[in-house]
Nanobody
């Protein structure tokens, strides 16, 4: 059973940066597809980014050029570097994992989820 624990959320100013981390345990991290999703107040859960085993990445259009997903297999952790933050980035951010190879933006295709970390962007 893969367990995921997010950290790094908090309050940031518009134009600022935050880095989210998701530490994993209980599985072979290097083989996992890792993803980030978010849920803003009153909205549906939304795909943000994903990275697969060899490091291919995928992003939702609204974060391209601002967010970067990366992974460190040595410490079983995936990161989401968020720059140029906007108020619309305010959400609970969730880490997700699955053992499929191809990146996917479909939440139901991820088997494992973390508890989430709050990101608030204030003007």
């Amino acid at each position: 059973q893969v367990q995921l624990v997010e950290s790094g959320g908090g309050l940031a100013q518009v134009g600022g940066s935050l880095r989210l981390s998701c530490a994993t345990s209980g599985g072979t991290f290097s083989r996992l597809l890792m993803g980030w999703f978010r849920r803003a107040p009153g909205k549906e859960r939304e795909f943000v980014a994903a990275i697969n085993r060899p490091g291919f990445t995928r992003y939702v259009d609204s974060v391209k050029g601002r967010f970067t997903i990366s992974r460190d297999n040595a410490v079983n952790t995936v990161y989401l570097q968020m720059n140029s933050l906007k108020p619309e980035d305010t959400a609970i951010y969730y880490c997700a994992a699955d053992d499929r190879f191809l990146t996917t933006s479909t939440a139901s295709e991820y088997d494992y989820w973390g508890q989430g970390t709050q990101v608030t962007v204030s003007s």
